[in-house]
């Protein structure tokens, strides 16, 4: 009885350990964004079927929130919408992470328990980064509009005549430029915040302020693999939506298993914190 108790404070101690250690952020470079990128493939081969189940459920949302500003004519909000749809993609991709984790560990991984991840606490404080991923997609749409409405006013387009006006005329290609330029911030700041936040949450029980603060000191000293890495995201990104959104039926899971490995290289723990 005694040996048991010893046995179950020592592990309460070890948990404690791992809670309250500071996480290390070691230098990488480009070599170790290749072999991420490699070994995201890999894990999609080895699991097929619930990455790209997730990729599918991703795209669906994605289509579903295209018709539904097209049903509603707003148009002007359809190119900004499937932009800011991306900045979700870390929500969407946290099953990915742990399908990448069940397989480095060698635990089952049905879709039930690689969604109850998702879908429950799970001991982490994964619920409170869905929050901030929302609060990006929201103010972005709203920065959308205003930079729409600031070019065209209260002009309301059919598809055709809107992508006629922004390619070629004067306003409408500064309005492309001004757009995308203020897309790119906001999906710059997105990436640097959860890169490495959510696979960390996933893989420790620490809080969410010390991973969003171990994501941004990722990319500070990595800065030209990390981004180079978050240029590479959005490049596969954008040609993913082009063909309607279907390609992300594919990029989804390679990115994110590709963003599981690149956080196992870019964080490592004290020994005493390990395992």
Sequence with gaps: MADATLAHAADDSHR???????PIVNRITFADVRWALGQGLNDLQRAPTCGLAIGAFYTIAGVALYMLA??????????????????????????????????????????????????????????????LNLFAFFIWVDVAAAIYLGFFGLRRFDMVSLFTEALTTSHGLIFLVVGNAIGAVFAVLVFSTTVVSYPLLLDRDTDFITAIA?????????????????????????LA???????????????????????????????DAAG
């Design 70 to 131: 097209s049903r509603l004519g707003l148009f002007y909000l359809t190119y900004p919408l499937a932009a800011g749809f991306v900045l979700l993609g870390p929500f969407f991709a946290i099953a990915i992470y742990e399908v990448s984790r069940r397989l480095e560990a060698g635990e089952p991984r049905s879709l039930r328990q690689v969604a109850g991840v998702v879908t429950g606490s799970g001991g982490h404080s994964l619920g409170w980064m869905p929050m």
């Design 241 to 271: 939506i082009v063909p309607g959104l279907l390609g992300l039926i594919f990029v989804l899971p390679l990115l994110g298993h590709a963003t599981w490995h690149l956080y196992r290289r870019v964080v490592s723990w004290p020994p």
């Design 16 to 22: 404690a350990a791992r809670c309250k250690a500071e």
């Design 214 to 238: 171990t994501s941004w000191k990722a990319v500070r000293t990595n800065p030209v693999p990390m981004l180079g890495f978050g240029f590479l995201v959005g490049v596969l990104t954008f």
